[in-house]
């Protein structure tokens, strides 16, 4: 797509996490207020482990740089562990939040 309402978008990891793909459709997006909503249409444990999943991400300036916030809602297929499954969706996120920053900080001509 183009990155408007209903385009989709995939994102693909390295060995390590417990999923090699994500693939999302772009439910809501307002570029001035660095927000977003998306919704798991492939991968990332769709149909293996939960049943849907979607996530809200803002960024909201802070002295100095930024602060990303997330909120993630799944449901778990029947006889998932839902506690384990979200612990492990944390930290493969976690992950990606962390390399993305240290990519940043090494490289902030990058971004302007």
Not at 6 to 26: D, H, M, W, Y
Not at 56 to 65: Q, T
């Amino acid at each position: 797509g183009d990155g408007s309402v209903g385009s989709t978008r995939q994102f693909n990891f390295a060995p390590g996490l417990p999923f090699s793909f994500v693939k999302e459709r772009l439910d809501f997006i307002d570029v001035e207020k660095c927000e977003a909503k998306s919704t798991l249409i492939e991968g990332g444990g769709l149909g293996i482990h939960v049943e849907s999943a979607s996530t809200h991400i803002k960024i909201e300036p802070k002295a100095g740089g930024s602060v990303v916030k997330v909120t993630g809602l799944h449901k778990p297929l029947p006889g998932v562990d839902a506690t384990q499954e979200t612990e492990k969706a944390k930290a493969a996120f976690g992950g990606v939040i962390k390399g993305c920053e240290a990519y940043l900080v090494a490289n902030p001509d990058s971004y302007n």
